[in-house]
């Protein structure tokens, strides 16, 4: 097998691709050859010794990925050879074969497509996690989402719909804005340009919004939190602006409105029941056709780094993934 190796995490520009030994799937595993893997952006921090989760050198990034078991470990009852599926794994996913745990890997029902299996687990997982445990978004609410032309955004868009919300996209460029309409957003904001709490309060008709999905962060929380409605809730997915914003907590107060932490990585593994379902109602949007990944571009694996620098100029809308040749 093949694989990108991280022996030295100082940035993507030092993986190395490199003929490594099969793999033998232990007790409780799966070994999964690989079809698909997408980017996101735990697997530019992973690379760069800046993630919360360091893995001991040399590992193979790569947290998301699908593809088709070909072996199975001791112990293993619901996947078999043969199978399609799609898993998050944290790390092994940038190679021609990875053995995962079985309780991480998702089998595919009939008519999923591997590129949108590669893209779907991480964004979409998160995001109703979110979006409908977390935030408990009743339809007729109205959901800003931030960043909402990027992985998170495009599936936040498309979960909030589907859940009946009224959602307002925001984005960076008039560009990201217009991705965003066709995906469903009822509006959009440009927040490069122009007040942004004046343009939340145009978009919400004056109530601000109910719920604020932020998978970005930096200087734009607080002037969005100051803007949220009475009992809004705010997710903080994550920080894709950089910084880690410090909030006044006298805006909760005020706002009678509650700060919500998202880590749906914990989530499915303290309550893989309630995760399990979470993804069983996902795949049915998905057979349904209400919600689809973006993806912005198919690259070959072997073409990683470029991937990572197109995630790297953030002008990546939607996802990108990586087919094995």
């Known amino acids: 097998m093949h694989a990108w190796l991280c022996d030295n995490p100082i940035g993507p520009e030092a ?6 030994p099969t793999p033998e799937p232990k007790a409780g595993e799966v070994r999964v050859t690989v079809r698909c893997a997408s980017l996101n952006f735990p697997d530019l921090l992973i690379v760069q010794n800046k993630y919360q989760i360091k893995p001991p050198l040399p590992f193979v990034p790569g947290s998301e990925f699908s593809g088709v078991v070909d072996a199975v470990g001791e112990g293993v009852t619901h996947l078999r050879t043969g199978m399609a599926v799609a898993s998050f794994g944290g790390i092994g996913g940038f190679g021609t074969q990875v053995c995962v745990n079985a309780q991480l890997v998702m089998a595919l029902p009939p008519g999923f497509a591997f ?16 979006l409908i445990d977390r935030a408990q978004l009743k339809a007729g ?17 498309q979960i909030a719909k589907a859940a009946g919300a009224r959602v307002v996209a925001a984005a960076s460029s008039d560009a990201k804005c217009a991705l965003c309409k066709t995906l469903g957003a009822d509006a959009t904001i440009n927040y490069a340009h122009g007040d942004l709490r004046e343009q939340i309060k145009a978009a919400t008709a004056g109530t601000g919004p109910d719920v604020v999905y932020d998978p970005v ?9 100051r803007s949220i409605a009475w009992r809004g809730r705010y997710l903080v997915i994550g920080f894709a602006g950089g910084a880690i914003p410090s909030l ?8 009678g409105a509650s700060i919500v932490g998202v880590f749906w990585g914990e989530f499915a593994r303290r309550e893989p029941a309630a995760n399990a379902r979470a993804l069983a109602e ?3 949007w998905y057979a349904a056709g209400k919600i689809k990944p973006v993806i912005e571009r198919r690259l070959s694996l072997t073409e990683l780094p470029h991937a990572f620098e197109l995630m790297a100029s953030r002008q990546v809308r939607g996802k990108l993934v990586l087919s094995v040749d």
């Open 217 to 225: 962060g930096g200087a734009l929380a607080e002037p969005v939190f």
């Open 15 to 20: 993986l190395k691709w490199t003929e490594l």
């Open 115 to 130: 590129d949108d299996a590669a893209a779907f687990l991480c964004t979409y997982g998160t995001t109703h996690h979110a």
């Open 141 to 157: 609410e109205t959901v800003l989402v931030l960043g909402a032309a990027g992985g998170v955004g495009t599936a936040a868009i």
């Open 282 to 284: 996902l795949a049915g």
């Open 248 to 255: 006044p907590l006298n805006l909760a107060l005020l706002k």
